[in-house]
Each structure stands twice: as structure tokens, then as C-alpha cells.
């Protein structure tokens, strides 16, 4: 079935460091959503990519949609502590009202 | 404008009671989803309601039933809950402006324990 694969499942950086977290689709995709999971909390929509290539910036975290529509990007410049977490990516199911969910990547973020 | 919401934020059920799950959203969206997440584990879909007065299994539909009694309210029915069933449970909406879903608004969650 129709599958959305992120890697890596875990990440510790150093505060100040950068950090991408990847995320590939098994199919073509109409779009691609970002989330944000606060340790205790729920998901967070950040953002959704639409076109082909597309690149979107939020101050220091920025997406970005693969030409084939079937990967994605999420990097964070010079973490910081707010910026713990897990970070899901999650597609549209084809043909559907469904949403596939990535496993997320959970961040760490060392002071 | 309060979002998502959902009630209880915490239960403990002992094996076998039942309970319903609250969900109600204020944005008019016309779908709406509940979700497990499991510690540690990524969010697998229950049931949803694409639009009001249709509702339709997910991966982990078994030992849930769920209501959706108007455009505004999604319930979830644990009928006779079991250890297994020890999860956060989130509701989300979405708009679905028939492009397939698009972004959804999660509630603050439901912590259940089944003992």
C-alpha cells in the first residue's frame, strides 16, 4: 500500500547546529504537509508544498518538495532549544480523504 | 475561536468499561479523523468522516465505533476497552477542498489508561 518513509527516526544535535530530516513517498503526491510535535503535546500543521521544486522558508526552517513529488525536506539552521520535538511529514492518500503520516523524526536538542 | 477540542484530556478505564470520546471543532471543516499514537510511535488513523453523515474505517478500526453527529462533532466509542487500547488519542478537521486531505488541526489530545 501506499506508504510516506522518514528518516532518520532520531536526531541529537548540539544547539546551533543544523538538522534536515527526510521524508519519501512510495507514489506521487498532490502535496506535502510538515508537522511539529511538541514532547507531550499534538501536532502542529507548519506548512504544506503544492508545485514541483517547491522551496518555502520559515525563518530558519525551511521545506522544500522534490521535482518527482515523491520526497521531501525539512532543515532547521542553527538549532535551538524550542526547536525539540518530533517532525512528521504526512501526504494525502491517492483517491482519498486519508492522510499518510510519516513515522516522524524525533529531534534532541543539546544546551 | 477555540479550534479542535477534545474531552476528556485524561481517563483510566478498568478492562471492559466502555467510553465515548468527545471531539468538536469550530472552523466548519468537513473532515474530520480520529488518531492513536502510540509512546514513542507515529499516529495511525482509527476512523474518519469526510463530510458530514459519512464515516469510514481506518488501519485500526477494531474494538472503536464512531458517531458523527453533526458537521461540528466526531465522537469515538471505546465499547469494551482493553490494555491494548492504552493510548493518546487525537481528533483532527480539515477542509478537503476536493483535492484530497489537505492540512489538518489536531486537539490537544485524550491520555487513556486501560487497566
Not at chain 1, 521524508?23 to 506548512?47: D, M
Not at chain 2, 465499547?79 to 492504552?86: F, G, K, Y
Request: net charge positive; with cysteine; glycine share 12%.
Amino acid at each position: 500500500g501506499q506508504q510516506v518513509m522518514q528518516i532518520p527516526q532520531y536526531q541529537h544535535v548540539q544547539e546551533g547546529e543544523d538538522f534536515t530530516t527526510y521524508c519519501n513517498s512510495s507514489t506521487t503526491l498532490s502535496n506535502i504537509q510538515w508537522y511539529k510535535q511538541r514532547p507531550g503535546g499534538h501536532p502542529v500543521f507548519l506548512i504544506q508544498l503544492v508545485k514541483s521544486g517547491e522551496v518555502k522558508k520559515q525563518k530558519r526552517l525551511t521545506f522544500q518538495f522534490g521535482e518527482a513529488k515523491k520526497n521531501s525536506s525539512l532543515h532547521i539552521t542553527a538549532t535551538q532549544t524550542t526547536d525539540v520535538g518530533t517532525y512528521f511529514c504526512a501526504g494525502p492518500k491517492t483517491g482519498g480523504f486519508k492522510t499518510i503520516f510519516g513515522a516522524g523524526t524525533r529531534l534532541f536538542v543539546k544546551a | 475561536n477555540a479550534g479542535v477540542t477534545q474531552t476528556p484530556k485524561f481517563q483510566v478505564l478498568k478492562t471492559g468499561q466502555s467510553m465515548t470520546l468527545q471531539c468538536a471543532q469550530d472552523m466548519n471543516h468537513n473532515s474530520m479523523y480520529w488518531y492513536r499514537q502510540d509512546p514513542g510511535m507515529g499516529l495511525r488513523l482509527i476512523y474518519y468522516s469526510a463530510s458530514e453523515g459519512t464515516t469510514d474505517k481506518g488501519e485500526v478500526p477494531n474494538g472503536y465505533n464512531v458517531s458523527r453527529l453533526n458537521k461540528r462533532e466526531f465522537s469515538l466509542r471505546l465499547e469494551s476497552a482493553a490494555p491494548s487500547q492504552t493510548s493518546v488519542y487525537f481528533c483532527a478537521s480539515t477542509q478537503n477542498l476536493g483535492g484530497g486531505a489537505g492540512e489538518q488541526y489536531f486537539g490537544p489530545g485524550t491520555r487513556l489508561t486501560v487497566t
